[in-house]
């Protein structure tokens, strides 16, 4: 019986990291067990910069995976993350619309769910969020689509760099999520707020007004575990895929 909802984000896949890849297509061998939805929750490759990148070695047989997923009636559904916001389900086979949505608000264990990629709750990093606006601007997004397969490549391996070294360099309070947008999600209506983006798996219980209360969860990445959540029996589960 498919009754599992999956959740996952920060897997960060890339041709440096073959056992990253081998787990994460393991996990969605997991996956086509009992799976009813995959939510991919950003940042699944380490950077998309665009559709030609499919060519690429590493990525056919995760591609080819995600086939076989929705091949099996089970719902994939991908959220922007800030390093593979240009990805285009359509190159997967999947559909419309060719951006990614930011956020989604689903039902899922007996509540209502706000899923996002994280880096849009993380509102002290000004820097990140004048770059977040140009590289999602129309002509960068246009630029991106259709560059040839060796720009992409080399451009890719560039911003990797760059941007290690810039996050080294972040204060801990850019790097913070704001707790008060999380509680301000919560008081608008979900039970629970679900986001990827800060590298670490934890679970928070938010005080609300009027004695009420909500959860907070931040997904791990995939390095040296696999973190993910499963949506089974009513209940939110945090595992680890090793």
């Not at 706000?114 to 977040?132: E, S, V």
């Not at 679970?203 to 791990?220: A, K, W």
Request: charged residues 30%; positive net charge; hydrophobic residues 35%.
């Amino acid at each position: 019986m498919r009754d599992v909802d999956y959740f996952v984000s920060d897997v960060h896949l890339s041709a440096e990291r073959p056992k990253v890849t081998d787990r994460f297509l393991r996990f969605l061998e997991r996956v086509r067990e009992d799976g009813r939805r995959l939510f991919l929750l950003g940042d699944i490759f380490d950077l998309w910069v665009g559709p030609r990148q499919k060519r690429l070695p590493y990525v056919r047989p995760i591609l080819e995976g995600l086939r076989a997923v929705t091949h099996d009636g089970i719902a994939v559904t991908y959220v922007a993350g800030n390093r593979d916001f240009n990805f285009d389900a359509r190159v997967n086979g999947g559909p419309p619309p060719r951006r990614l949505p930011e956020m989604l608000s689903i039902e899922s264990a007996g509540r209502r769910l706000y899923l996002t990629h994280g880096d849009l709750l993380c509102t002290g990093d000004r820097a990140y969020k004048r770059a977040r606006w140009v590289g999602r601007s129309i002509p960068v997004r246009f630029l991106c689509a259709n560059l040839p397969l060796s720009v992409s490549t080399f451009l890719s391996s560039g911003y990797r760099r760059f941007s290690q070294r810039a996050v080294a360099k972040k204060s801990r309070w850019e790097k913070a999520v704001d707790f008060s947008r999380v509680r301000r999600l919560l008081t608008d209506g979900h039970d629970t707020v679900i986001c990827g983006h800060v590298h670490r798996a934890a679970r928070y219980r938010v005080d609300l007004p009027d004695n009420q209360s909500g959860e907070f969860i931040t997904l791990g990445d995939w390095s040296p575990d696999g973190v993910y959540l499963e949506s089974r029996d009513g209940a939110l589960l945090l595992r680890r895929f090793r």
